[in-house]
């Protein structure tokens, strides 16, 4: 069976008053792997339970193929799923487990056997086809479920939390794995969690989810160098954020009263939101005409982590392997154009005019190049 196309057109689930999910759009292309990504209660959850049909819309469609499923019940959904749990049935071997699924389809036995051979033989199981899940380590059980969820070749994948039961090392290589059966099997898949650099590395674009909506659509550059909205830009990487209010088109006077000389100049004026992340921040000593004041200095191995504070009392966090400073020094902060994000008053990126010349905008304020 060839991939299939998904659309999700204005996508809504309400629980009383509250919307869980809110007008979600979305294009999945076949074969395409998106990954559901945002912090818990984001709606994440929801819009994958209503795709696999274990939840109803409350408005809005979902088309496979262009032909909407949403009337219809899971099983007649020719979707695999595999569950944070694994949900593996404990007194079912392996291979049983595996072949659950062509039997609730009625699949011939010779031509089910053939198939829970290929797919233990795909997640490298075949040995332990006689074992029952019990006697399998936690990513042998998930790559139990993986192969399930591909038996009965799915139109779509959908995966809820797959690697969060396992520890740091074997995630990254079960995020790895899974990801390689999908693109050489072509499988157009949903994939939720709440860890970035699990997102990260397994998405081909991440949907960036908070309260219900959708704040961001893209790859995972485009998500990291051009967030569109601070949420974004905190969540993913951790920027930092400095609010306060275009004083003009190159300087942001802070909510506490600090000014800070931008690296471009942006359109308009009024409440304005500065992010800018920490490996792109570059620390110098300038004497007096410092912009901040050291407060830590961390050794992380390949980085040191700075914490400064400016003068109105925010704290920037400034990550790279440059110079140590140590608490108490007076340093300036630098960053370029192409680092810095600005955001005006709804949130969504200012437009930027041009790049400004270097600046110091006064004693103990913060420089930006």
């Known amino acids: 069976m060839s991939a299939a196309a998904l659309q999700l057109r204005a996508l809504s689930r309400q629980f009383g008053t509250?919307?869980?999910?809110?007008?979600?759009?979305?294009?999945?292309?076949?074969?395409?792997?998106?990954?559901?990504?945002?912090?818990s209660g984001c709606g994440k959850t929801t819009t994958l339970r209503m795709l696999a049909g274990f939840l109803s819309a409350s408005s809005g469609d979902i088309l496979l193929d262009g032909a909407s499923i949403a009337a219809l019940p899971p099983h007649r959904r020719d979707i695999g799923i595999v569950f944070q749990s694994y949900a593996l049935f404990p007194h079912l071997s392996v291979a049983r487990n595996v072949r659950f699924g062509l039997e609730m389809r009625r699949v011939p036995r010779a031509a089910a056997d053939e198939r829970v051979a290929e797919m233990l033989r795909l997640v490298k199981l075949d040995r332990f086809a006689d074992r029952l899940p019990?006697?399998?380590?936690?990513?042998?059980?998930?790559?139990?479920?993986?192969?399930?969820?591909?038996?009965?070749?799915?139109?779509?994948?959908?995966?809820?939390?797959?690697?969060?039961?396992?520890?740091a090392a074997l995630r990254q290589e079960m995020a790895r794995e899974i990801r390689i059966l999908q693109r050489e099997g072509g499988i157009t898949s949903i994939v939720v969690t709440h860890d970035q650099s699990e997102a990260m590395a397994m998405a081909d674009r991440l949907v960036i989810m908070r309260d219900g909506v959708v704040e961001q659509v893209g790859s995972q550059e485009e998500v990291y160098e051009r967030?569109?909205?601070?949420?974004?830009?905190?969540?993913?990487?951790?920027?930092?954020l400095i609010r306060g209010r275009l004083a003009d088109a190159g300087t942001l006077v802070t909510?506490?009263?600090?000014?800070?000389?931008?690296?471009?100049?942006?359109?308009?004026?009024?409440?304005a939101c500065l992010?800018?992340?920490?490996?792109?921040?570059?620390?110098?000593?300038?004497?007096?005409?410092?912009?901040?004041?050291?407060?830590?200095?961390?050794?992380?191995?390949?980085v040191l982590e700075h914490v400064v504070?400016?003068?109105?009392?925010?704290?920037?966090?400034?990550?790279?392997?440059?110079?140590?400073?140590?608490?108490?020094?007076?340093?300036?902060?630098?960053?370029?154009?192409?680092?810095?994000r600005v955001f005006d008053?709804?949130?969504?990126?200012?437009?930027?005019l041009a790049e400004a010349e270097p600046a110091m905008t006064g004693g103990q304020q913060t420089w930006a190049r």
């Open 18 to 39: 509250h919307y869980a999910v809110r007008g979600v759009d979305l294009d999945v292309a076949p074969g395409e792997m998106i990954v559901l990504l945002g912090p």
């Open 134 to 167: 019990r006697q399998l380590s936690g990513g042998q059980q998930q790559r139990v479920a993986l192969a399930r969820a591909l038996a009965i070749r799915p139109r779509l994948l959908l995966l809820d939390e797959p690697l969060s039961n396992l520890d």
């Open 227 to 240: 967030p569109a909205t601070p949420f974004v830009a905190s969540f993913i990487g951790q920027s930092n």
């Open 255 to 271: 909510e506490g009263g600090a000014r800070v000389a931008l690296a471009a100049r942006y359109a308009g004026a009024g409440a």
């Open 275 to 302: 992010a800018v992340r920490p490996e792109s921040i570059r620390l110098a000593a300038k004497g007096g005409s410092a912009g901040g004041v050291v407060r830590l200095c961390t050794y992380l191995g390949a």
């Open 309 to 340: 504070r400016l003068e109105d009392g925010t704290d920037l966090i400034v990550r790279g392997a440059g110079e140590r400073h140590e608490a108490g020094a007076r340093v300036s902060l630098i960053w370029s154009a192409a680092a810095e």
């Open 345 to 352: 008053a709804d949130d969504r990126p200012a437009a930027q």
